[in-house]
């Protein structure tokens, strides 16, 4: 069983409340408002040193684009980004290889005592933006929704969620020359974030069918189903583009379909929304070492989370950032 972080989820109210109304469309894609009221970054005088990020490889381009504009504030500074996957995160925060841990997913219990063991506290999950998993189709496939029980049947081998396997397209109410296609199903390799936590959330935590293409990152699941109009694959919603649909989901089957969009991520109904974290090593009552600290502060600010949101995720706001910065000692 996966240990939930240390972030509270009541939380999540505080974002919906602030942010439910914050919502326009641009060139089809949900287009978040980043909240006035979060702080403008102000650099700090004389800073620098190496920033090294090792982890989720769906948060890559999001950690790449914040350390690079980071450099633009503090030309002393160097920065290296490993999207390994968020089973390398904590491994590299423990050993020390790394400043911070990228994760999609909550930390696991096992890797939660692991660092404890280590160090003699816990790591802190610190909640940057919130991204939705989907699963998505060819952008020509006519299909519209699922229900999660079908979703289990597709990728699962264990089923459960109930339900009988579901194979080919006919399953799922396509006529035509989709009716007796194979679904060609595409993923994530296990040392993926986006895999741990669509094991958890959409199968029950069961058994992946083995003839799910495992990819080493979240663009090649989006490639493969682009190019395939009979395939089927799971990825973070920051990673659409126009060659693939993605798909709403209802919770359970008879029950309506939710979309994958801004005001279903905040209100908690769409069934695969997530926070995307980054685990850091601190030391409760310590004074963070200033390098990290204005990092934070930087992810934080509006303009750290405008940059959340030019990637595509959907922003916390400013109570959701104070409250995160408390965790590490640091204040609003």
Not at 47 to 53: H, N, R
Not at 90 to 107: H, N, T, V, Y
Not at 193 to 201: D, H
């Amino acid at each position: 069983m996966a240990q939930r972080s240390s972030f509270p989820k009541s939380l999540l109210l505080l974002v919906a409340i602030s942010l439910l109304n914050c919502i326009s469309a641009e060139n089809g894609f949900a287009q978040s408002k980043v909240d006035a009221n979060l702080p403008k970054y102000k650099p700090a005088a004389g800073l620098s040193g190496q920033i090294k990020s090792v982890g989720s490889d769906s948060m890559n381009s999001l950690m790449t684009q914040w350390t690079e504009k980071f450099k633009e504030y503090y030309k002393g500074v160097r920065t290296e980004v490993e999207g390994q996957g968020s089973s390398k995160a904590m491994p590299a925060l423990i050993e020390g290889a790394a400043s911070f841990g990228p994760m999609s997913r909550d930390a696991k219990a096992n890797e939660i005592a692991d660092f404890e063991k280590k160090y003699g506290y816990k790591p802190v999950l610190l909640p940057t933006s919130i991204d939705l998993l989907a699963v998505y189709v060819n952008r020509d496939n006519p299909l519209q929704s699922l229900s999660m029980e079908q979703v289990d049947a597709i990728f699962s081998s264990t089923r459960k969620l109930g339900g009988d396997s579901i194979d080919n397209w006919g399953q799922v109410s396509l006529k035509g020359d989709y009716e007796n296609e194979a679904i060609a199903l595409f993923g994530r390799n296990a040392a993926s974030g986006t895999y741990g936590f669509f094991k958890e959330k959409a199968m029950g935590n069961g058994d992946f069918r083995d003839r799910v293409n495992e990819q080493p990152g979240s663009t090649a699941v989006i490639a493969s189903v682009g190019e395939n109009r009979f395939s089927m694959g799971y990825s973070g919603i920051g990673y659409k583009t126009e060659a693939v649909k993605p798909l709403a989901l209802s919770p359970k089957k008879g029950e309506p379909a939710i979309e994958p969009s801004e005001e279903n991520a905040y209100n908690g109904k769409y069934p695969l929304g997530r926070f995307l974290y980054l685990a850091v090593n601190y030391k409760p009552t310590s004074k963070m070492e200033p390098l990290r600290k204005e990092f934070i502060k930087f992810v934080f600010s509006r303009e750290g989370q405008e940059i959340a949101v030019k990637d595509g995720y959907f922003p916390v706001d400013a109570k959701t950032a104070a409250k995160a910065l408390k965790l590490v000692g640091i204040d609003p």
